[in-house]
């Protein structure tokens, strides 16, 4: 049995890049998400981490006396990184970075504050935020799932792993997928893939050849045949839960260590506050 949906975006991954994007996009009433994730049970990299957002100049920075704007962000991110090559999309990132934790904080209701009791190497002053309880990353990705489910134009559907891209003459036009062994057609304006792991494209896999090598890439060749309409891609990297699959479990191994930045000008328009996959 299979199953029709028709929607304005549908979305592959429901963690942290998948959910901001779906948050962004459905505060238009009149646009109509879908959120598509293989298990929220196994969680996401952003559930496991440490929950904290680095940004500069923000209010809570102020409130507490700390001196900070988003150049000194970007400054201290490219003296640390030696790397000159994208300073257009560091400083990009770091100019939105304080007014998404506002947003966060004041439109979507997360407590927040500046650690100055955190770690901050790399960082001359502290700018890391969290929760004042400082209890990870696990309640910040429930309560922004939670923001987006309430949303009565937004399904976000569990259990429910993309298998392909829908491509009618070269454009992508939506996502195949199965939940409780009925297969999905989801068809969409706009496609996002948010689903952990970035070397899955050859160009950018060429783009890295330093890890080309490593098992993302080897994994990366299971959904080789994804990518042909797709003018945008999303992917996160870091540690992988332990159930993941076999296939997320080797890409996020190989991609542990390798900072995407670089592949991420490649992606998204340098001054955007949001980003998304776009059919071409």
């Not at 975006?9 to 293989?38: D, F, H, I, Q, Y």
Request: hydrophobic content about 40%; glycine content about 8%; proline content about 6%.
């Amino acid at each position: 049995m299979s199953e029709d949906i028709e929607v304005d975006l549908v979305v592959a991954g429901a963690g942290a890049c998948g959910v901001m994007t779906a948050l962004r996009a459905s505060e238009n009433p009149e646009v109509v998400v879908a959120v598509l994730e293989k298990s929220l049970t196994e969680g996401c990299n952003a559930a496991i981490s440490s929950g904290s957002l680095a940004a500069g100049g923000t209010r809570f920075q102020t409130a507490a006396g700390i001196p900070d704007s988003p150049q000194r962000h970007a400054q201290d991110i490219l003296d640390g990184s030696s790397d000159d090559r994208h300073r257009h999309l560091v400083e990009a990132l770091c100019a939105v970075a304080p007014d998404y934790v506002h947003w966060i904080a004041d439109e979507l209701g997360y407590p927040m504050d500046v650690g100055v009791d955190m770690a901050r190497k790399g960082m001359s002053v502290p700018r890391l935020h969290a929760d004042p309880g400082r209890a990870g990353g696990g309640p910040l990705m429930s309560h922004l799932r939670r923001v987006l489910t309430d949303r009565p134009n937004v399904a976000l559907l569990d259990e429910a792993p993309v298998t392909g891209l829908r491509v009618q003459s070269g454009r992508v036009v939506g996502v195949r997928a199965r939940q409780g062994g009925h297969d999905l057609s989801v068809s969409a304006r706009t496609t996002m893939l948010a689903s952990d792991g970035w070397l899955v494209i050859p160009a950018m896999e060429a783009a890295a050849p330093s890890t080309a090598s490593t098992p993302a890439s080897i994994a990366a060749r299971y959904v080789a045949s994804w990518p042909p309409a797709v003018s945008c891609v999303c992917r996160c990297t870091g540690r992988s839960n332990s159930r993941r699959s076999r296939e997320t479990s080797r890409a996020a191994a190989g991609a542990r260590s390798s900072p995407a930045m670089s592949l991420m000008a490649r992606m998204c328009a340098p001054a955007s506050t949001s980003c998304s996959a776009t059919p071409r």
